[in-house]
């Protein structure tokens, strides 16, 4: 079956590193988005990509952050400063067509850890 | 912002009893998902439920979105060990991208 892989499970990183985050979605989804969920708390969305472009983010994906399709399977997430605060597990999900049933299929997760 | 409330937070039950999680909202929305999350792992979709009274069952799980598609229910019947789990419920509005807003879940526990 068809699934979101990320890589790498788990990043340790300096504060002030800069950060990637890799999520190849399912092949023939078009929607991929990321969502961050810091340690006891709900996920909360990050930003949604379509069509090779941000279609929509939060206030919490602000300039230190970013997005790229690289290639035809790849979907990256940058953080280009981290902060203490970017300690999360950050999630990459990804959907097929749009319609009412915008059924979206999670990744593992990558588990940031910012000292 | 649309917020989901879950409720309880956490539930706490012995094998073989029922239980019943809530997802409430004031907002409206179009399509709306359960997932469950293990420690350490991605949320698992276990539902999506679209049309207002919307009823679906998946072997002991019952889901269930209100008539005016701004609450819903997942009742476990006769639950098991294997059930426990974080149950997170997410709602989406079809004017966005597909951004999910989620609940903060309910942490459920069965015991043998």
């Known amino acids: 079956e068809p699934e979101v892989t990320q890589t790498p499970s788990h990043q340790v990183t300096q504060m002030g590193q800069e950060v990637i985050l890799r999520c190849v979605p399912i092949?023939?989804?078009?929607?991929f988005y990321w969502y961050r969920q810091i340690l006891g708390q709900k996920v909360e969305f990050l930003v949604s990509?379509?069509?090779?472009?941000?279609?929509?983010k939060s206030e919490i994906f602000d300039d230190q952050f970013s997005v790229e399709r690289p290639d035809g399977s790849n979907f990256t997430l940058k953080i280009r400063s981290t902060k203490l605060e970017d300690s999360a597990m950050y999630f990459c999900?990804?959907?097929?067509?749009?319609?009412?049933?915008?059924?979206?299929?999670f990744g593992p997760g990558t588990r940031l850890t910012v000292l | 912002t649309q917020l989901l409330e879950q409720s309880p937070q956490f539930l706490s039950i012995q094998e073989g009893e029922n239980l019943t999680v809530y997802c409430n909202s004031s907002?409206?929305?179009?399509?709306l998902q359960w997932y469950r999350q293990e420690p350490g792992e991605g949320p698992v979709l276990l539902v999506t439920?679209?049309?207002?009274?919307e009823v679906k069952k998946l072997k002991r799980l019952t889901f269930q979105f209100g008539d005016a598609r701004k609450d819903s229910s997942l009742h476990i019947t006769a639950a098991q060990p294997g059930d426990t789990g974080l149950y997170l419920c997410?709602?989406?509005?079809?004017?966005?991208?597909?951004?999910?807003?989620f609940g903060a879940g309910t942490q459920v526990v069965v015991t043998p």
């Open positions: 907002s409206v929305f179009s399509s």
């Open positions: 990509f379509y069509n090779n472009e941000i279609s929509e």
């Open positions: 092949s023939n989804h078009l929607y």
């Open positions: 997410a709602g989406v509005n079809t004017d966005s991208w597909g951004k999910f807003q």
């Open positions: 999900a990804s959907r097929g067509v749009r319609g009412p049933y915008n059924e979206q299929f």
């Open positions: 439920v679209v049309t207002g009274g």
